[in-house]
T-cell receptor
């Protein structure tokens, strides 16, 4: 079974703090993705990576950065958290020539 | 602009009853449509996938249909169970693969609650 894990299920941070969200997949997938999910808006792509050290911006990259130093690990970084970044963050992975994305359980981030 | 619209937004049904969820899309080009189930506090899990040449696909009590001409899909749940309570998300892909050329378009989901 594909397993995608995220470092925290729930996280509470203060405005201005630097926040790291980590995602690890155990299926040797090349592609990894970070989404945020907000009520009424669906999932929106923040960044994705198709190889180690490679990254591409998604639809809403502002205020975020990512790091992929190892194939199995994809980190999302909020350099200076703001209240409008309160959201559910979902990580996913897939094969490069596969179609299905496998999602992690999500991290619910609250910025106060 | 590519869009996926789902209806209803939310639905409450009694256990054992059937229900149908709708998905209309304007994504072009179109490669495939996938339905995901997302339990509360969990990530989405794929239920079915259909390409433009398929018009029905079943996964146990879940049956998805696709009309590529009218750009509509539905997810029918038969003999609902309490464990079916979840959000159901329709996702359309313009390409067969999830690589750099692919931009998935997600619907906002239908929240289904099955009650006793």
């Amino acid at each position: 079974d594909v397993k995608v894990t995220q470092s925290s299920r729930y996280l509470v941070k203060r405005t201005g703090e630097k926040v790291f969200l980590e995602c690890v997949q155990d299926m040797d997938h090349e592609n990894m993705f970070w989404y945020r999910q907000d009520p009424g808006l669906g999932l929106r792509l923040i960044y994705f990576s198709y190889d180690v050290k490679m990254k591409e911006k998604g639809d809403i990259p502002e205020g975020y950065s990512v790091s992929r130093e190892k194939k199995e690990r994809f980190s999302l970084i909020l350099e200076s958290a703001s209240t409008n970044q309160t959201s559910m963050y979902l990580c996913a992975s897939s094969l490069p020539r596969g179609n299905e994305q496998y999602f992690g359980p999500g991290t619910r981030l609250t910025v106060t | 602009k590519n869009q996926v619209e789902q209806s209803p937004q939310s639905l409450i049904i009694l256990e054992g009853k059937n229900c149908t969820l709708q998905c209309n899309y304007t994504v072009s080009p179109f490669s495939n449509l996938r339905w995901y189930k997302q339990d509360t506090g969990r990530g989405p899990v794929s239920l079915t996938i259909m390409t433009f040449s398929e018009n029905t696909k079943s996964n146990g009590r879940y049956t998805a249909t696709l009309d590529a001409d009218t750009k509509q899909s539905s997810l029918h749940i038969t003999a609902s169970q309490l464990s079916d309570s979840a959000s159901y998300i329709c996702v359309v892909s313009p390409t067969p693969f999830t690589g750099t050329a692919s931009k998935l378009t997600f619907g906002t989901g239908t929240r289904l609650q099955v009650t006793l």
